[in-house]
Structure formats: C-alpha cells, structure tokens
C-alpha cells in the first residue's frame, strides 16, 4: 500500500504530469509516447544506464509489437538491424520436424536482443526527445496513488537526500521487484499465481547458432531450447528441478545434455562455446487484477510476469505500453478518460490468453520427462497432430505469433 505524501507542504516540491517507475522496455516506450504527445514525464530508475543497456534479457519479439514500435517511431534500428524467424523446429523420438508457421500466416518473429531495444528507446528518449531520467536512485516509494494526488520520492544517489516528486499519474513499469506492485490497495487487487514445479538453466553461449531456426526438443531428460541472439551468441535452454545450483552445471554436462536433448537425425552437430551466463529460473507465472488502482498503473511484469517458455513476457510488456501511453497522452492532452478506464481490462484479455498458451505449450514442452507415461503419450500425440492436422497447425501458428484474434 502507498505511504502518505512526505513533506506535504515544503515549497521545494518537483511536479511532473507523469512519474515513470522503472526503465524497461515498457516504461521507456510509455516515456516516449508521452514525449512524442508533449506530456512532460520523469523516469525513475535504480540502476545504471550502462546496467539497463548491457542486462541480457528477452530477444523474441512478434511482428505485432514491431508495427507498433513503428508507428510510434521507435523501431528504425530495430528494421535495420534485427533478424527474422519463419520457421521453427521441434525435435523429438530423434526426429527433426519442421514448422514453417509464417508460410501459414504470413507473419514472422523479429529476434533483437532486449538492450539493445533498451538502448534504442533510451537514446530516443534522453537524447533526442529530450526527456528527463533519472539513473541510480534509490528507496523509491510511491504515495497517495488512490488520491488524486499522488507523488513518488526517492533518496538521490548524489545528496542521499530524499526529493518528493508530485504528479497526476504514476506508471509502475519497475518489474516483478520493484515497488509498484506492493503499492497497489490490498483490497483491490488480486494475485493469481502458478508455480509449474520445474527450472530451466538459461545458459549463453558465445557460439553461433547450430540452426537457422528455433529448437525445442521433447525428450524423456527433459526439456531443451536452442535460440539464436546474434551470429556469435546463441540462448540455450535446460530443464532442471526447480532451485538447482548453476555450479551443478559445469561446462562438459551441459553441452553432453545439450546433444543429447537436440539430437536429431542427420542433424548437424551443436556448435560449441564458452558459457556466457548461467542462471536457473524458477517457472511460474503470476497476473494482477485489476491492473490500476487509483493513480497507479501497471504495466509489464509489474502487473504480470510469464515464464520465457513462449518468448511473451517483452511482447506482454510492449502491449501494456502502447496502451498506457498512448490513454495517459489521450487524457492529458485532451481530457479523454476512456482508454484509462478500460486499459486493465483491455490488457488483461491479452495477458490471459498468453498464459493460456504458455501453460498448454509447458505441457508439450514437459511432458515426456513427467516421469508419467500417460502424460507422455498425450505430449507425442499433441506434437504429432501439428504435423498431421491443418487446423491444428494454423490454430498453433496463431498463438505462437500472438496474432490469434489480436493482429
């Protein structure tokens, strides 16, 4: 719950028309949008510039969420310099099988890696539509979010001093810890969590990609996920149980795993390479409803998070954003409050039919290594109807883009 206002009456008080918590990709195209309408706005972030634009992070975006970084002139690198992916691969009974879902669609993925989208949205913000952020704050907390008016302060990194910061509208964009979500009124919100009960090691490699598509192998060790980032580094993917020890995974086991889990015939061998990263990640997802809550508005995965087993989470945020910005922009400059008053409502209908997928995809994805030989029987037949069933295909083709009644 947010803290009552300090220092109610020092006549020192900074006012912005929006407080923008956190510099992820969905605070920062929120921050643009308002600068492109003329909205004054300030960013809050708790780390560095050069932190945000190096955190390895997502990598998958849909063609969707690119159009509408376009249309709001934020995607010139993005066209320039991003790859495409039409065809995706799922590897299983050691057996490559070949999806070509744009051949179906007509719409592809563009892979660019998170900082560097960070980078662009950043430069575009701070540098040439001069806006203001503010780097390495700390203690940031929100107050008074369900009055009308609210106001965020901070201890400045430069003084330790803490600034009061006023404004109309506060955007909580500050992630799965950031303060934000804690500062939603407990009575009116609710947390739907789900906790799949597996990890994945996420691994980096410095390597070039083994494929020119995505892999996804089902196989009784476990999951494993080949994708590519740049033409000399490729994300790797592991199924592990949930809190393993990175340091469990020296380099010689992962890779023995890695062929093992992607083997396919007459498949080419995995190019190796030094592990870049190495972190385990906890699967399990979580939704708030509502999203706002007086003065307060979430996006990204302070409102949701999604675990990386569909590559949704950036394209989630990215949805939020545009939305957010573009209601916050429509009210300030014109008084109109419908795109505000509906914006939960309009998000959550995406965010629902993500997680949807993203659980039906962890059962595929899963299912041989359930120990469970129904379940695995189910898993096969599932992946073998893609291959078999137009309808299936086109129907897994469309929530894999996301343009499944969204487009």
Avoid at 46 to 70: D, H, K
Avoid at 231 to 253: F, I, K, M, S
Avoid at 350 to 363: A, G, H, K, N, P
Wanted: aromatic share 8%.
């Amino acid at each position: 719950m947010t803290q009552p206002s300090p220092h109610p009456n020092s006549p020192s008080r900074e006012r912005f028309p929006v407080v923008v918590v956190g510099a992820g990709p969905a605070g920062l195209t929120v921050a643009n949008i308002l600068r492109a309408a003329s909205v004054d706005c300030l960013v809050l972030e708790t780390e560095s510039r050069r932190f945000i634009e190096q955190r390895p992070r997502a990598g998958v975006l849909e063609e969707w969420a690119v159009r509408a970084l376009e249309r709001h002139g934020l995607a010139a690198n993005l066209l320039e310099r991003a790859g495409r992916h039409t065809t995706c691969e799922f590897r299983f009974d050691g057996v490559g099988h070949r999806f070509p879902y744009t051949d179906l669609t007509g719409h592809h993925h563009f892979v660019y890696p998170q900082p560097l989208l960070v980078t662009d949205l950043v430069r575009e913000y701070a540098d040439v539509r001069g806006g203001e952020i503010r780097f390495g704050v700390r203690d940031v907390t929100l107050h008074d979010t369900d009055t009308d008016r609210p106001s965020v302060s901070y201890l400045c990194p430069e003084t330790g001093r803490r600034r009061v910061i006023h404004c109309d509208f506060v955007a909580g964009c500050d992630g799965a810890r950031g303060v934000s979500r804690s500062a939603l009124v407990p009575e009116r919100a609710r947390i739907a969590r789900h906790d799949y009960g597996i990890g994945w090691l996420a691994l980096l490699a410095e390597a070039p990609p083994s494929s020119d598509c995505v892999l996804f192998g089902v196989h009784p060790r476990g999951f494993a996920g080949h994708m590519a980032r740049s033409a000399d580094v490729t994300r790797y993917y592991l199924q592990c149980p949930p809190g393993d020890d990175p340091e469990n995974w020296p380099h010689e086991r992962v890779w023995t795993e890695l062929r093992q889990r992607l083997a396919a015939a007459d498949a080419p061998p995995l190019t190796e390479g030094r592990l870049l990263e190495q972190r385990v990640l906890d699967m399990h997802d979580y939704v708030v409803e509502p999203m706002a809550s007086g003065r307060l508005f979430l996006a990204g995965d302070a409102a949701h998070l999604t675990a990386p087993i569909a590559a949704k989470g950036m394209n989630l945020a990215l949805h939020d954003a545009f939305l957010l910005g573009d209601a916050l922009a429509a009210y300030m400059t014109g008084g109109d409050e419908g795109g505000l008053a509906g914006y939960s409502a309009a998000c959550l209908r995406r965010v629902w039919d993500y997680q949807e997928f993203s659980q039906w995809l962890s059962d595929v994805y899963h299912g041989t290594a359930s120990g469970d030989p129904f379940h695995a029987g189910t898993t096969l037949a599932r992946l073998r109807r893609l291959f078999t069933s137009p309808a299936a295909a086109a129907a897994f083709a469309e929530q894999y883009l996301g343009t499944a009644g969204h487009f």
